[in-house]
């Protein structure tokens, strides 16, 4: 259920929570709001650095990320440098812009070894507006992607 390096949820664990949130949803329509995260030029950080140091900005982030968070919310990792994150509960796009840039903030003014290292991260937001739980992933990936291709160090989210 845990990934062992950042102890977030694991993949398949975060999209069983996921899936339990979006049936919740379905019954009791609350606001969710899901987010994929893709730290900027990871593969510099391990080119540069060597993966050791890759690891340990892995898991700051994944604490910056679980800070920024409140408990009902859920954070997972998806796959390499890719997190999940999924608020419950929440009131609508905005509240979970304001929850994307205070993340995007605080990982923009982290610091890595000896001041030389610093990251980004890309965010795209979806509003569960009554999609498949693989549809809701696949609107905030491919928004992730559309904030990779303008720029990175940005969020998209689903305008409606």
């Known amino acids: 259920m845990k990934d ?17 949130e979006v049936e919740l949803q ?6 969710l ?16 650095y060597g993966h050791q140091k890759g690891d ?7 604490d910056v990320i679980q800070s920024c968070l409140r408990s009902s919310d859920f954070a997972g990792r998806y796959g ?8 419950s509960g929440i ?5 979970g812009i304001e929850v994307a840039e205070r993340i995007k903030e605080c990982i923009s ?10 990251v980004t991260i890309s ?12 549809e809701l992933v696949g609107i905030a990936d491919k928004l992730l992607y559309q904030a990779k291709g303008n720029g990175r160090n940005r969020i998209e989210y689903h305008k409606k």
Do not use: W
């Open 91 to 95: 009131s609508g796009i905005n509240s």
């Open 123 to 134: 965010i795209g937001l979806a509003c569960y507006q009554g999609e498949s739980t693989k």
């Open 4 to 20: 062992s390096l950042t102890n977030l949820h694991n993949h398949e664990y975060i999209l069983e929570i996921l899936e339990r």
């Open 80 to 87: 390499g440098e890719e997190f999940m994150v999924i608020l």
């Open 26 to 31: 379905k019954q009791t329509p609350k606001g």
């Open 33 to 48: 709001v899901v987010m994929m995260l893709d730290i900027d030029h990871f593969k510099r950080v391990n080119d540069t």
């Open 109 to 118: 003014n982290c610091v890595f070894e000896n001041n030389e290292l610093r």
């Open 56 to 62: 340990q900005v892995l898991i700051k982030i994944a």
